[in-house]
């Protein structure tokens, strides 16, 4: 499908250009961890009024606003009464002890409402690094701007706290898993699906590859044609936000994706025929600081993306339009054995030297997806290896669990024996004595849940995933197989032809 670049600077355009023959539509989203810790994060009723203001009085408004870490809902109602005229429709995903603390703000109204809680989400007894607490997950809203429908997705996966003993890795895959999972379900070809949120890893990491792969993402900060300096797009810990060092967190990064069903001929030209098109591109709009509050408005920076959407109006398009995977392969047989007979010598020679071209734009496409399909392998093979280790490791949490239970039974039967003699109470010191048994029993409890309860749940996640991981994989291979004959037979047509 054939359509013109995007200009520069996409921003500049109006909301909706209108052509003869298409019609482009821009598209403005942000993301933003604002770090609304109460009690906690610094100047944070002060940042928030100003992340307020600087949305409000954006020269571009935007279409979607998403945010994290908005952890009080009396946060959530300021922001949303301060934006209602730019952004009035809301909502707040409620979820766990102390929410999710995801939120996402539209200019258009949401017809449908969803929130995806993970399995498994961290350590409850944890409770400084408090991700259990907030029983997070992946917010799904869907609206439609202009007769497009857009599904929009927002997310937090668990935070990093050691990196070189990352003892939630694990956690993060399966998240990232049940992520991609949900999203590959809820999209369509006539819809768009944009997921903003801070998925606390980096572009090589596999919970980041996992959700690019497996939901068929496209990250708008790659395909950017304005990347700041640093290469990575790192949004968090970055030179000069001095919040990012009094933060517990370490690299955390926020992107903004977008999809179009891609991953096979019949969804990729069912998009085709549907006549949409999507460019975007990614860029930091918001400055770093409230220079008239002297505020930094997050630990994090904010990401925008500008998604130019173009639709065509006629969408019975010719036979030449091609797939993501390359021209059919039907389509390029056809002139062959149909048409041939009936050729004078020129013509043939002309013939042959399109056949020509267009197997080597077949060749080029198919090694694409060749490379695509490796790479997907790999990002699968590295989650299964991980939720192994995964399991080895709550085999050694088992095992610490269940011996500490057997150890503080025995503590607490020669404490029972130690206040009681002889089934009498003594005086003195039983008192100091039974609350040592008190805290001992407490603990003995904790630990039996841990061994009975806890650590089945969390076992049972990480199975669930290694066994939809698994599948993925199997599916994998047959695709790998197919595209492998694929190759073979343009490969043997290319020698005969050299001949």
């Known amino acids: 499908m054939m359509v013109e670049e995007p200009a520069e600077d996409a921003a500049v355009l109006q909301e909706t250009t209108v052509t003869e023959d298409k019609e482009i539509m821009i598209i403005r989203v942000l993301t933003l961890n ?115 429908n857009f599904i929009l997705a927002t997310t937090h996966l668990h935070a990093v706290y050691h990196h070189l003993q990352d003892e939630y890795l694990h956690h993060r895959v399966v998240q990232a898993y049940e992520t991609s999972q949900v999203l590959d379900w809820c999209s369509s070809a006539d819809s768009v699906v944009i997921l903003g949120g801070d998925l606390n890893c980096e572009p090589h990491e596999v919970p980041y590859r996992l959700l690019r792969d497996n939901a068929q993402l496209r990250d708008a900060f790659f395909d950017a044609p304005n990347k700041p300096v640093d290469g ?99 389509r390029f047989l056809a002139p062959a054995t149909e048409c041939n007979g009936g050729l004078t010598d020129k013509h043939k020679n002309a013939a042959n030297n399109n056949s020509g071209a267009q197997l080597k734009s077949q060749l080029n496409a198919m090694s694409k997806l060749t490379l695509t399909l490796h790479q997907q392998t790999d990002t699968l093979l590295d989650a299964a290896a991980i939720c192994a280790q995964g399991k080895r490791s709550m085999d050694s949490s088992w095992n610490f669990y269940a011996f500490l239970s057997l150890a503080l039974t025995l503590v607490n039967l020669i404490l029972i024996g130690l206040i009681c003699p002889q089934g009498t109470v003594q005086t003195g010191t039983s008192f100091f004595l039974m609350m040592v048994l008190l805290a001992t029993v407490l603990v003995t409890f904790y630990s039996v849940w841990m061994v009975v309860v806890w650590n089945k749940m969390e076992r049972n996640a990480v199975l669930a995933t290694q066994l939809g991981l698994e599948c993925l994989l199997e599916d994998m291979r047959k695709k790998n197989a197919i595209q492998f004959q694929k190759i073979s037979v343009p490969d043997l047509r290319r020698s005969g032809n050299d001949k």
């Open 34 to 148: 604002i770090w609304g810790i109460p009690f906690v994060s610094k100047d944070r009723e002060a940042r928030i009024s100003a992340i307020c203001q600087q949305i409000c009085s954006a020269s571009e408004p935007f279409n979607f606003l998403f945010l994290q870490e908005v952890w009080s809902s009396q946060d959530y109602t300021t922001i949303a009464a301060k934006l209602k005229e730019v952004l009035p429709h809301s909502h707040f995903f409620y979820s766990g002890v102390v929410g999710a603390g995801l939120c996402i703000f539209s200019k258009s109204p949401l017809t449908s409402i969803h929130f995806h809680p993970w399995s498994v989400n961290g350590l409850p007894h944890k409770v400084y690094h408090g991700d259990w607490w907030g029983g997070k997950g992946v917010g799904f809203c869907r609206t439609q701007v202009n007769g497009i």
């Open 232 to 330: 990575i797009g790192a949004t968090n810990e970055t030179p000069g936000n001095i919040l990012s060092y009094i933060c517990i967190y370490y690299s955390l990064l926020t992107w903004v994706k977008a999809h179009i069903g891609i991953m096979g001929n019949e969804r990729a030209d069912a998009v085709a025929k549907l006549g949409h098109h999507l460019d975007h591109s990614a860029l930091f709009p918001l400055p770093c600081s409230d220079a008239l509050a002297g505020l930094r408005f997050s630990d994090h920076e904010a990401v925008r993306a500008v998604f130019s959407l173009t639709r065509k109006h006629d969408t019975d398009l010719d036979d030449e339009t091609l797939s993501s995977n390359g021209p059919s392969p039907h």
